[in-house]
């Protein structure tokens, strides 16, 4: 698999300026995952966490699943990993676990998720609720929510491959 990362413009208007930055954050996280195999990417962090470079892709793609298709489109297709009683099931990985399966979901809610904010203008109101507010946040609001979700677990990517192998910057 072949990973580039493209810079986001520093001119472009608003819209493309955050599917720009959202973009970047996705081909960041998959930089940080590229050349590893599974063992390397379900190796947890420390102990007592969980976290891994595959359980954080696994955690996107329900992120991306959640608010592109639950807020966004009112469209709850229910989550992919985890469940009421495992809330952080996408962090809980085994052995049958592959980057295979995570990488192809993952890169599956992106599209999802791409062709759904199409069909919306920025300032346009999803059809569902934030569950914490209740209230439909914008489109506007879903990316720049998604660009800080990205961010954040983009900074503890750094930190895992550079546990695993020593790599880093990109």
Known sequence: MTTQRTE????????AMLEGWLDYHRE???????????????????RPSELSLMGLVR???EVERIWFRKVLMADDQGPIYFSDEDRDGEFHLTEQDTWEEAHST????????????????LDEVGKGVHR????SPSLRWIFTHMIEEYARHNGHADLLR???DGAVGY
């Not at 986001?8 to 819209?15: I, Y």
């Not at 960041?28 to 420390?46: F, I, P, Y």
């Not at 999802?112 to 069909?119: D, E, G, M």
């Open 8 to 15: 986001p413009s520093v001119t472009a208007g608003e819209r």
């Open 28 to 46: 960041t996280l998959a930089l940080k995952c590229a050349g590893l195999d599974d063992d390397r990417l379900r190796t947890a962090s420390v």
């Open 59 to 61: 955690h996107m793609a």
């Open 106 to 121: 993952w890169q599956a809610e992106i599209a999802v998720a791409r062709r759904n904010a199409a069909r919306f203008a």
């Open 132 to 135: 914490r507010s209740g209230q």
């Open 162 to 164: 550079e546990r695993i």
